[in-house]
Structure formats: structure tokens, C-alpha cells
């Protein structure tokens, strides 16, 4: 089974910081991808941001970028300069190599950004 | 249309009626999911359809839920005498394959049910 654990219910952070969501995981299966999801107020989720595990190399699209380690099985993610439009709900996602498109997601972390 | 579709975006219904959600996934996408997103809690995974094999049930929580898709589009999830319990927002996503090869789910904006 897998299982995605999202520990920060809710985050805050001003206009301009930067903030970091924790994910961790398990998983049993050796190749997998990552991905965080953001829900704003819409409902719609968008993805922001992918990590395939059998890339060293951590993700990065513009002002998100990830920590991704594999041994400790945590995918944090780091939005820099953050802006009002951030503030959604965020979900992290893990998909196995061998699962096709059932991503199993964790219990969201709500963000607000304050001008 | 541009993105998934979902309807009705909100509903209401009394305990014990059935209710049916319909979704219309991105032309092209073979591969169809519905989740369901309780108050609070992330999203469970409820069923999957890609094109005309069998569909994955292994999420549907009890057999009072069930869905088709026809003609390869269009899927209607159904819930039969419902409970307060199945108040959530339901979520459906398309993808173009099994997800490609990076698992890439695209979102409807999901309808809200309220069981009264």
C-alpha cells in the first residue's frame, strides 16, 4: 500500500517569503513520481510541479522547486517569492511506476499569503 | 471542450434519494478517474476507466456507488440511496493515456453534493 503524509494542516506566509510544505511517503514499489497539486478556491486542481524518483535532480518550474530525498522518502516543496495568487490548498501526490494514473494524495496543507 | 467538465457543480439532495454526477473529460483522454474529497481530508480514489478494458472499482466505497462511460467519454458516476456520509466534493480527471508517462491528471472543478 502506499501512503502520502502531508504533517502542516495549515501554512502562512507574507508577499515576497518563501515557504516550504512537507510531504513524506512510503512506498514499496522502486520506480515512482511525485507531484504536488494545488486546489485553490475554484476547486480545480492544477498541477504545479512533477518529480520522477529515478532523477536525482531536484524539480524546478519558475518559483516552486522541490526537495526531493529518496533515502528519507520527504518531497517538500519551496515556493519563492511568494504571491497573493498562491494561496490555495496544496496537495501532494504519489503515482507507482506500475499504477497507471491512481494517484494517492495526502491531506492537503491550506496556504495563505498575507500582503 | 477546453478542460474537463463536471455537472452539476453543486447539489442537494434528502437522505435516501439517488443522486447522478456527470462528467465530460478533455476530448482525446482515453483514461477517466473520479475521486471523492471529503471536508478536511485529501482525495480518495473512487474508480478508472481507461478506454474499453474493464474499469478499476477497487475505491468504490460500498455497492451503493457506481459509474459508466459511454461511447469512451462522457461518465456518469451514480449514488443510490444516499447518506449523509456521502457529502463530499466529487472530483473527476482525464488523461490521455495511462497518464503518460508522467501520471499528468487534468481536474474538472468537481460537483459538491449535500445529503440532507
Known amino acids: 500500500a502506499q501512503t502520502v503524509t502531508q504533517s502542516q494542516p495549515e501554512m502562512s506566509v507574507q508577499e515576497a517569503e518563501t515557504v516550504t510544505l512537507s510531504c513524506t511517503y512510503d512506498?514499496?514499489?522502486?520506480?515512482?513520481?511525485l507531484f504536488w497539486y494545488k486546489q485553490p478556491p475554484s476547486r480545480q486542481m492544477i498541477l504545479v510541479i512533477r518529480q520522477e524518483a529515478y532523477k536525482q535532480q531536484n524539480a524546478t518550474e519558475n518559483r516552486f522547486s522541490v526537495n526531493f530525498q529518496k533515502a528519507a522518502k520527504s518531497f517538500s516543496l519551496k515556493i519563492s517569492d511568494s504571491q497573493l495568487g498562491d494561496t490555495a490548498m496544496y496537495f501532494c501526490?504519489?503515482?507507482?511506476?506500475?499504477?497507471?494514473?491512481?494517484?494517492?494524495f495526502g491531506q492537503g496543507t491550506i496556504l495563505t499569503v498575507h500582503p | 471542450g477546453a478542460g474537463v467538465s463536471q455537472s452539476p457543480s453543486n447539489k442537494v439532495t434528502e437522505k435516501g434519494k439517488d443522486v447522478e454526477l456527470r462528467c465530460d473529460p478533455i476530448?482525446?483522454?482515453?483514461?477517466l478517474y473520479w475521486y471523492r474529497q471529503s471536508l478536511g481530508q485529501g482525495l480518495e480514489f473512487l474508480i478508472y476507466f481507461q478506454g474499453n478494458s474493464a474499469p478499476d472499482k477497487s475505491g468504490l466505497p460500498s455497492d451503493r456507488f457506481s459509474a459508466e462511460r459511454t461511447g469512451g467519454s462522457v461518465s456518469t458516476l451514480t449514488i443510490q440511496r444516499t447518506q449523509q456520509e456521502d457529502s463530499a466534493v466529487y472530483l473527476c480527471?482525464?488523461?490521455?493515456?495511462?497518464?503518460?508517462?508522467?501520471?499528468?491528471?487534468?481536474f474538472g472543478e468537481g460537483s459538491r453534493l449535500t445529503v440532507l
Open positions: 512506498t514499496s514499489e522502486s520506480n515512482y513520481y
Open positions: 501526490a504519489l503515482r507507482g511506476g506500475t499504477s497507471y494514473g491512481k494517484l494517492t
Open positions: 476530448s482525446g483522454h482515453t483514461a
Open positions: 480527471a482525464s488523461s490521455l493515456s495511462r497518464g503518460g508517462s508522467t501520471g499528468e491528471l487534468f
